[in-house]
């Protein structure tokens, strides 16, 4: 069973629109990521969450909002979408916000039109 | 900037074969991570090795930190082994801020 859980696996978003990527571990872990991987090119990293609170932002745009509602959510909202804001989204977790091992979860592709 | 360079790009292999992929980076890392990506995207973790030797199965990692380098031995190679092997760092900064190369896409044929 999958420990990360991301939802929607597919998404489809016109532009200017606003979507909510969804993220919910059950690992225990107390630190969560986003992380995003464009076509050829590497996995980048947006934002890192440690019990709740924001560690790290990578983002230069506003556009871009982790949410946490709760220990083991972060919830990312996108708005005034772009077509190059399409690319897959990973959701990811470690133990705390050390250099611990990460755990992703499957991924939400993202393709704005 | 910090970056992290992996080669080869690719590399087609027959079942049985061993892989050797390389990791390269432009300054000390704290932190180095081996993952796995699969065809269909998802990512798995495979060896956390900042420096020295490391095995889990038929995977071997050697970091010589001070020439900046990590390998990643696969012995006998299986068709299952094929996807994409990600090379990340972490240069010191707090948490998890990993980053990676842009991967070796190996292909292993029956």
């Known amino acids: 069973d999958p420990k990360i859980i991301q939802k929607p696996k597919y998404l489809v978003a016109v532009t200017g629109s606003e979507k909510i990527l969804i993220c919910e571990q059950y690992l225990g872990h107390n630190a969560m990521y986003w992380y995003r991987q464009s076509a050829k090119k590497p996995l980048e990293f947006m934002f890192s969450?440690?019990?709740?609170?924001?560690?790290d932002n990578q983002t230069a745009s506003s556009r871009f909002q982790p949410q946490s509602s709760k220990k083991n959510h972060l919830d990312l909202q996108i708005t005034a979408l772009k077509p190059d804001d399409s690319a897959t989204y990973f959701c990811a977790s470690s133990q705390d916000s050390s250099q611990n091992t990460l755990y992703f979860g499957a991924g939400t592709r993202l393709s704005v039109l | 900037g910090q970056q992290v360079q992996q080669s080869p790009a690719s590399l087609v292999l027959q079942e049985g074969e061993n892989a050797e992929l390389q990791c390269n980076f432009s300054?000390?890392?704290?932190?180095l991570q081996w993952f796995y990506q699969s065809p269909g995207g998802s990512l798995v973790s495979l060896l956390s090795?900042?420096?020295g030797t490391k095995h889990t199965g038929r995977l071997t990692s050697t970091t010589v930190t001070k020439e900046r380098r990590s390998s990643l031995h696969i012995s006998s190679s299986q068709t299952t082994d094929s996807g994409t092997y990600l090379c990340a760092l972490n240069y010191g900064s707090s948490g998890n801020k990993l980053i990676f190369g842009i991967g070796t896409l190996l292909s292993v044929k029956p």
């Open positions: 300054s000390t890392a704290t932190q």
């Open positions: 090795n900042p420096s």
């Open positions: 969450y440690s019990y709740q609170k924001l560690m």
